[in-house]
């Protein structure tokens, strides 16, 4: 069964750091994009960070300076280093990958990891 899987959430003071990762596992030929999304309490899922396969990010503003993605493609996993966290960087964090399977390309989402920045 193919799955992502988040770690790394947790609780940490403004300022500081967290490092996320996502592991791909199961029949997985290789993996397009991988990105990651996150969903804050009474909003909407917003687009965090991507990259591509070939090691392309890109950020959203809100995260440019202090977020870093980056991907590890034997071991299929994405990571989201947090630097200079901010209250507002408060969320559930999802990561998002188009996996290519023997039926084909689809898209995959974890489960997410809490993140909650409080002092």
């Known amino acids: 069964q193919v799955q992502l899987v988040e770690s790394g959430g947790g609780l940490v003071q403004p300022g500081g750091s967290l490092r996320l990762s996502c592991a791909a596992s199961?029949?997985?030929?290789?993996?397009?994009?991988m990105r990651w999304y996150r969903q804050a309490p009474g909003k909407e899922r917003e687009l965090v960070a991507g990259?591509?396969?070939?090691?392309?990010?890109n950020y959203a503003d809100f995260v440019k300076g202090r977020f870093t993605i980056s991907r590890d493609n034997v071991k299929n996993t994405v990571y989201l280093q947090m630097n200079n966290v901010k209250p507002e960087d408060t969320a559930v964090y999802y990561c998002?990958?188009?996996?290519?399977?023997?039926?084909?390309?689809?898209?995959?989402w974890g489960q997410g990891t809490q993140v909650t920045v409080s002092s």
């Open positions: 998002n990958a188009d996996l290519n399977l023997a039926s084909g390309t689809f898209p995959s």
């Open positions: 199961g029949n997985i030929f290789s993996i397009n994009g």
């Open positions: 990259i591509t396969r070939g090691g392309f990010p």
